[in-house]
Each structure stands twice: as structure tokens, then as C-alpha cells.
């Protein structure tokens, strides 16, 4: 019984620092719980990954596209920006980064999303598709 239970952590370990050295993806998004709000609002951390370290981005700009409503991320890369029900396009940038645009965001009035997104040096726009959630 100790061998077997041995040889599970092993496993385990082996197992736990091979799924590290995958590539981290460039957005992480959920939709969760609801609030206490008329609009849908998203919290969010901007950051960038410098040789497998995770650096806040401060000032990076977050727009609800079809609203021109904008907020800037504070200097842990920290942001929240509210929308009312609807289906929209938001932008993510900041000069010297790529763009990151998240379509299909789905703001329903009183629930919450978080977003986890990585910007990467360079020009050009990389498009993410989020995930058709209903209420």
C-alpha cells in the first residue's frame, strides 16, 4: 500500500510540472455569480508574461467597443468596466502590445465576469472568441 501511494505522488508530481511548462493561453475569462448592479460588470488583470513571470500592466486600455466605454487598467493591472445587457466587443490595448479583442462577451445586467489577459510585445490584433454562455 505505501509503494502504491508512493508511486501516485510521483505520478502526481511528474504529472503537475509537465502541465507547467505548457504555454499559458492569452485570455482567461469566466463568467460568474451576480451582483447587486443594474449593469454587467468585469473584473480583470492585465499583464504581460516576461520569461515566465506574470508583470502587471498599468494603463492599458479597456474598451466596450459599440459603447466607446473605457477604463484603464491601475498598476497591479487591475480594472472593472460595466455594460448594460447586451452582446459585445471588447478591446484591450496598450502601445508597444498587441491588441487582444474579446467578441461574443455577453453582458447580462447583474452578472459578473472576471478576465485574465495576457498582452504580448509587437503590433497586430489577436481576436478571442469567448465561449456562447446564456444566464
Do not use: W
Not at 480594472?79 to 467578441?103: D, R
Amino acid at each position: 500500500m505505501r509503494q502504491l501511494l508512493f508511486l501516485f505522488l510521483v505520478v502526481s508530481f511528474l504529472l503537475g510540472c509537465g502541465m507547467s511548462e505548457k504555454k499559458k493561453a492569452d485570455v482567461q475569462f469566466e463568467y460568474q455569480g451576480y451582483g447587486d448592479s443594474t449593469l454587467s460588470v468585469m473584473f480583470g488583470t492585465v499583464f504581460e508574461d516576461s520569461s515566465g513571470i506574470e508583470k502587471p500592466i498599468h494603463e492599458a486600455l479597456v474598451e466596450i467597443v459599440e459603447t466607446k466605454k473605457t477604463t484603464t487598467s491601475d498598476q497591479n493591472g487591475n480594472f472593472s468596466i460595466g455594460a448594460e445587457t447586451g452582446q459585445y466587443k471588447v478591446q484591450v490595448s496598450k502601445s508597444g502590445y498587441q491588441t487582444i479583442i474579446l467578441e461574443n462577451y455577453q453582458a447580462i445586467s447583474d452578472r459578473v465576469s472576471t478576465a485574465k489577459i495576457k498582452l504580448t510585445m509587437g503590433k497586430g490584433v489577436k481576436v478571442v472568441v469567448l465561449a456562447d454562455k446564456k444566464r
